[in-house]
């Protein structure tokens, strides 16, 4: 009898490297620019069976502009990935909040919780593991790391994430709230 094997097949998750929450952007999140050389690293490293980027992708009237700063309208500058990202070596480009009137933190399920269908895509390409990076911290990495904690083995690399921070207790508060729910969270 042949022993059991438990392959671990990994995809990588780049949350919203986007103009608009980079320097110079409608909604920049601090020193993000400093997660490239990292993002760029994980993306060609040969420990990805698929690497995804997502884009958060608004209508013109999104239901988020009020809260939010107008940003990543589609069909804008701003919504576009971020020039220096290795996009050649990226397969899946994923859109989200693309409803005008629900936002969607999430890369799994939109803020009303409905399914974006992500999951079964990745359980198609027979993907077992996430590793998540990328902007923000406190928002859509860690909305979606946590979405994807129950689904798969879910793993969020700090360095190559940063967060927004309104409130000064919000990045470590959602890390605490990203291991709670079974995320492991990677500092270094
Ligand atoms: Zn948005």
Known sequence: ???TTHKTTTALLVIDVQNDFMAGGALAVPDAEEILPVVNALIASADYELVVATQDMHPGNHASFGLWPVHCVQATLGAE????LLRDQI????RKG????VDSYGAFFDNTGKTTHLADLLKAKGITAVDVVGLATDY???TTALQAAPLFKTRVL???CK???I??????????????GGVEVIEG
């Open 1 to 3: 009898m042949k022993p």
């Open 81 to 84: 990935l971020n020039p220096k």
């Open 91 to 94: 397969q899946v480009i994923w």
């Open 98 to 101: 693309t409803d005008q009137a």
């Open 140 to 142: 859509c990495v860690g």
């Open 158 to 160: 700090l360095p190559g």
């Open 163 to 165: 967060g927004v921070g």
């Open 167 to 180: 409130k000064p207790d919000d990045i470590p508060n959602m890390i605490t709230q990203m291991r709670a």
